[in-house]
C-alpha cells in the first residue's frame, strides 16, 4: 500500500500537468487550424482576383 501512494506522488503529479498541456494545446491546435484555412481562403480569392483583372 505504501508503494502504491509512493508511485501516485513520484507520477500523479507529472501525468496531471501532461493532461493539462495537452487539452491547452489542443485548443490552440484548433485556433491555428482555423487561422491557416482563413488565410489559404484570402490566398486563393486574392490569386483568383489578379487572374480576372489580368
Given at each position: ?15 496531471i500537468?501532461s493532461?493539462y498541456?495537452?487539452?491547452r494545446?489542443e ?9 491557416i ?5 484570402a ?6 482576383e ?5
Amino acid at each position: 500500500m505504501e508503494a502504491l501512494l509512493q508511485s501516485i506522488g513520484n507520477y500523479g503529479f507529472p501525468i496531471i500537468v501532461s493532461a493539462y498541456l495537452l487539452v491547452r494545446i489542443e485548443a490552440k491546435l484548433d485556433q491555428l487550424t482555423k487561422s491557416i484555412t482563413e488565410l489559404r481562403s484570402a490566398l486563393l480569392m486574392s490569386t483568383w482576383e489578379s487572374k480576372g483583372k489580368g
